[in-house]
């Protein structure tokens, strides 16, 4: 064995290969797998091998198509098969509600360029003649579906990395890892040390103890999984002998059931409510190449209505039953990334859906280790997702709620409630018993989303439509934007940074001027590609003291990349707040009135100032105010120790009587941003879009200094950017855009291309007498095109609109006539105008103050 190499991936698993494939593939040949044993000797040997392009999260659909498109390139390099069949498969809604699930899927899948198709339950019966489709409403067909050798595949990574240099080394644990002063990664094995400069951990189900070799507690639990292939069937084979043709993949929502067929039979595996975990504290590592004791029982109501929805299985013999493990982080979605905290230690695992998504997984890790940026949006996926709240029992919880849904519907306005509440901020008690709060899960933390009236319970009605919290969403903003309000604000991410590099610090990494002493900016960051990877606000408390707020779920996300470019010199100190800085946000006209009732300070408008910091007394406990909201209004943001937040709280309720101030939750403030068109980060904010296209013109300052990504913008901004955002009013009825619906324009009325070009790389379909069903355009579709995708959305309750901030060709970004655009929400197409100003307060002389 070599005792150096530049890389060595730990895990010879398909997402270890893929990595190792894919690093090799970018010119690092000098890289090294080692495996405990042999390829494939953790979860990847027992696999089913469907693989599927879809995924709540377009960018990682994006890279599941990636990963579906490569197998063909990877056969044709290591002269391996795949055992690929792309049959395509059919989703079946057995419900109205499980059919505008996938009327979004399908909406989703136009903006990404997948060819999906919503088809009757009579056509996808054409395609698997097993079902009675008397039980289902209709599907969703997506021909970029199908099976593969699980097997096969992992060694066509491997042959195909070791022709392009890489080496990989078998039966042989590692045992332990040590960092040297330098970095260099020291991986002690049975058989010896290799000192490399990177460590790349895809130790599958053991990935875990292989984190803890280096003091991490990775979010993830391997939970058993079972699927049973039948005898033959002799409908399967009379149907492959009179259509030529195997049978399609079909998911059954209803049953928790995936099927495909293999062999002469098929292949039945589910998704089961009596889920469990294995291992979940420790993975042994004699686990080898076995199996776990199948539990027909805990799969029995699936099967039962397995049998209703494909009698024909009832009648088949099951030949064998698999149950093994995979893991699975909380939400389901893989651990991707450098892990904060360690240099040149890579995560690659929780891949639950290897075969769909381990070559995505592959080229992002690999881009980010040799270009130092995963080169897409890969936050969906990206390790520094969760914090240390993520914990072992937590992640036990919320693996098996994931599990146990993994084929249920998810609604937009859903709030999980496995492993809750995890933190809580001393307000809690009182938002929920005394304020009937509707309380959310924002990173970890419980947040109130709105308030239900007294005597009512605090709970929200699922669903894809406007609901229950409408009306009083609707009078929470209403009391604001007339009075005043009180809103919870502690789920920001806070920051301080400290030292007499703070400034020219802050100022090369953000592309704004920092801030005079006392005020505030708003400033993006930006990555070296001129992408826009955060947003904060920034404070000055002193020469040497800024405070910073951003998104909270990106706090892990932003201190990796800070601590990874502090001055060596010590000049600079960051510091992350988490819950040890809580916060409060008062907003409306009376706003001022109410904080002057508060404290000793002069809080005029001549006094503080839009855009003024001062650290003060409110309710005469110390708080640093910032003068701005996000409501868009005249207001505060407050920000204290835990210990004080009560006292304040209860004191501004008292003093705000006067006022008849109410409480406002998180979906009233996200409504008043839309009415502002504010973005948000996550939605209009991510690393996908250059700031010009963001429309965040008024933050670039180009010629201050400087910055990270500052060419690149420069270059955006002389070239003129490609995308811009926009807010649209929709004429929508009872429900509201949501996220990544497409944007429809009429063709002809300028000159512009579709977004995203369809890859055209999918099973064909086929209708009950055997003709093959290709797409045709309707008129309606000829004349309209997918032109741009909606990134948030809802209802403006004060400006009585709906509305939708979505991206668009430049070119179109102006065009605020009526009846060139039309939003897609839930498969009906709406009349949708673009609105260039705000509808409320467009000068902002209200957010200015009297
Ligand atoms: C029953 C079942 C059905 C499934 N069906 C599908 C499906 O249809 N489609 C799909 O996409 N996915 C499916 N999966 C999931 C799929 O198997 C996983 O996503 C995939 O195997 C994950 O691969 P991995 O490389 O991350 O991990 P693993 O396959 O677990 O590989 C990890 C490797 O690391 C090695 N290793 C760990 N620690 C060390 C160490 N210290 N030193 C050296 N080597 C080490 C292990 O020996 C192992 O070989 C299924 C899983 C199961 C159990």
Redesign the pocket.
Known sequence: MKNHARVVV?????????VLFHLAKAGWSDVML??????????????????HTLNGDPNVAKLQAYTVSLYRELEEISGQSCGLHLTGGAMMADTPERMDFLRLAHAKGRCLGMETELITPSEAKAMFPLMDETKFVGAMWDPVEG?LD?SGT?HAYAKAAKKLGATIELR????ELTQEPDGTWNVI?QNGTVACEHVVN??????R??GR?VGLELPLLAME???LLTDDMPEVIEYNQSSGRELIGIIDFKGEI?TRQERNGILL?TYEKACKPWSPIETP?DFGHELLEPDIDRIAPSLEVAFKHFPAVENAGIKQI??????FAPDGNPLVGPVRGLTNFWS???????????GGVGLVLSNWMVNGDPGHDVFGMDVSRYGEWASLRYTNAKVRENYSRRFSISYPNEELPAARPQQTTPLYDIMVNENNAVMGDSWGLETPLWFAPKGSEPKDIVSFHRSNDFEHVGNEVRAVRNSVGVTEIANFAKYQINGPGAESWLSHLMTNTMPKAGRLVLTPMLNENGKLIGDFTIAKADDEKFLMWGSSAAQIYHMRWFEKHLPKDQSVSIHLYGQTMVGLSIAGPNAQKLLAKLCDDDVSNTGFRFMDFRQMAVAGAPCKVNRMTYSGDLGYELWMEPTYQRKIYLAIKQAGEEFNIVDFGMRALLSMRLEKNFPTWFAELRPIYGPYEASMERFIKLAKNDFIGREAAAREHADGPKLRRVTFVVDAEDADVIADEPVWAKVGESDFGSVEPSHGYGARRFDANGDETPKIASQRDRDWRVVGWVTSGGYGHFVEKSLAQAYLPSELSKRDEEGLFEIEILGIRRAAKITLDPLFDPSGSKMRGP
């Open positions: 730990i895990g010879g698993g398909v997402v270890g290969c893929s080692i495996e405990r044993s042999e390829l494939t000797s953790g979860s990847s040997w027992h696999a089913a091998g469907g693989f099976h699980p992992t042989n644990r590692v045992m094995t895809a130790g599958g189900l053991w990935a103890e292989v070799m999984h079972m699927y995936y595996g590592w698999i149950n093994g493990p995979f893991t690659a695992c929780a891949v639950m859906a290897g075969f769909s998504q381990g």
